[in-house]
């Protein structure tokens, strides 16, 4: 599968990017989940970008992972979801399903 690698190089992807560290404190938060505090190095989409262009911004759609945890989102070679990156996936789509319908 494709990535559009000049997204990962604009401006608008970057602000996101920072706000979405910010947010998650830095941290990996499937760690966090596990009780382990480590560094987060990359802004995974959740609802993937390759699929999902429209929710590229999303910070919904972002969490901040280590380099272990992301690459354990992602099958190495066909760039997909695992069933690790699916049960995350399905998790925050129904926050964020639940938190749109109480906002209405
Ligand atoms: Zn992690």
Redesign the pocket.
Known sequence: MKTDKSFYHSKQWETVRDGVLRRDGYQ?Q??KRYG?L?GASHVHHVNPFEIYPELALERWNLVS??R??HNRMHDRDSHELTAEGERLRRKVNEQHERRRRSGL
């Open positions: 990996c499937y760690c382990r480590r992972l280590c272990e945890c």
